[in-house]
């Protein structure tokens, strides 16, 4: 007898959960490196490349839960979120391109906390 495989589901809602937990932690990082950049003479290549990371995260991020998503039709909620998460990337990059910090802290700031929030969901899905 063999052992039972994963459904295709469950790979999927497990991919989805490593990119959150990805997500997570390089948003964590952002403030570290934003540290760096205020510290450091080339603080600023490691914030930029922190942000990238996040960006390009986040898509991986939506493209995971559309996985996710269509093999059981479930709600569409983790996509929105996930599709939400990727627009306040992209304002985040735009804000911090244009050095506009006033609105650029507080939006990293209430990212982590979703993100934060979110990986907490994801894992207590069964």
Known sequence: MSAPTT????NNLTFLRAVIALQTLAVFAAPVTAG???TTPNGHVLHS???YT???VAVVHVAAAVLAWRPGGGSPRPVL???GFL???SA???LGIAHVTTLHVPLGV???GLSLLHLSRVLKTP
């Open 7 to 10: 459904t295709k589901r469950g």
């Open 110 to 112: 209430l990212m982590f």
């Open 36 to 38: 760096l950049l205020l």
């Open 92 to 94: 985040q990059v735009a």
């Open 49 to 51: 490349a922190a942000a």
């Open 54 to 56: 996040i960006f390009v």
């Open 87 to 89: 627009a306040a990337t």
């Open 81 to 83: 979120q996930a599709a």
